[in-house]
């Protein structure tokens, strides 16, 4: 895996149990003799130098601290989409996240022993009307820009009709998503080892289930709504308006997120989570 030099440091800064940790684990990084590179915001918050945004994080693992939102933002914006992420989990779920705060420490001391493996997750590059706008993690969600207003979705793949639905809002989702907005909205929980695309409408006027695609013919959604205005929203973070009647495309994308793991697989590892979830929330 290599030797790692330069460490990204990165933090929710909304949150003082985030950013208390953030600087527990810059110290620690400076005295094992570490070059650490703190995310920008983080740098001016705390006064640190060298601090730089995650568009330009060039460097050999990040770290990040918060949540899976947390992650996402990273995923989405690092230069080099495979560099590892060691994710430390400040939030409520961290699907995503490997370890909790009272473990930082020593899963960074593991990181710079080389004692860790890589998971690599599939992402989705997203095109409107052919113009790629960004790649994604967990998901894309169509939906109108305004909520009250439904849309048909006029769904294909290689160019062959399967599907047109009205609904609120529709979801592709990743098998890493699928444990995300699509399993609140209904879906399936997808192993993350398939190679497939995974669509889940939001308030069918049909009643219907998800549907899992393969990921290895084009999927291309139409929504002709002559007079809706539609947008698209890639993980949560990154929102695109359309003109009525546009086309959004969803390929494979051409890079993957990269985690560091010292446990069990992300899919072994948070279905019994997940279904602890489901009995907690029927009660």
């Known amino acids: ?15 003082e149990g985030a950013i208390d940790l953030a600087m527990r684990l810059y110290g620690h990084l400076l ?38 939102g947390t992650v996402l933002k990273a995923c989405m914006l690092l230069p080099k989409p495979e560099t590892p992420i060691l994710a430390i989990n400040m939030g409520r779920r961290g699907y995503l996240t490997e370890v909790d705060p009272e473990g930082a420490i020593p899963a960074l001391d593991r990181c710079l022993r080389d004692e860790y493996f890589i998971e690599e997750h599939s992402k989705i590059s997203i095109f409107v009307n052919d113009e790629h706008i960004v790649d994604a993690l967990n998901d894309a969600l169509i939906a109108p820009a305004i909520p009250s207003k ?26 890493t998503g699928s444990t995300a907005h699509s399993l609140s909205a209904g879906g399936p929980i997808v192993d993350t080892s398939l190679n497939s695309f995974l669509l889940t409408f939001i308030c069918p006027l049909d ?15 139409r929504v002709p709504s002559p ?6 929203i890639a993980d949560g973070r990154y ?22 793991r010292f446990q069990k697989p992300f899919f072994i590892r948070n279905l019994p989570n997940i279904i602890s979830r489901g009995k907690r929330e029927e009660r």
Do not use: C, W
């Open 1 to 15: 895996m290599g030797r790692i030099e330069e460490i990204g440091l990165v933090t929710r800064v909304d949150e």
């Open 31 to 68: 005295e094992a003799g570490a070059k650490v590179v703190p995310e920008a915001d983080f740098a001016r918050l705390k006064g640190l130098q060298g601090g730089r945004s995650l568009s330009n994080m060039d460097v050999d693992l990040v770290v990040t601290v918060g949540g899976d």
């Open 150 to 175: 439904m849309l048909t979705f006029e769904i294909y793949q290689d160019y062959q009709s399967i599907i047109k639905m009205r609904a609120d809002a529709l979801i592709v989702a990743t098998p």
């Open 207 to 221: 009643p219907i289930g998800s549907i899992v695609v393969s990921a290895e013919k084009d999927l291309d959604i």
């Open 227 to 232: 007079a809706v205005k539609t947008v698209v």
């Open 239 to 260: 929102e695109r308006g359309m003109k009525p009647s546009s086309k959004v495309s969803i390929r494979p994308s051409g890079h993957k997120a990269a985690f560091v």
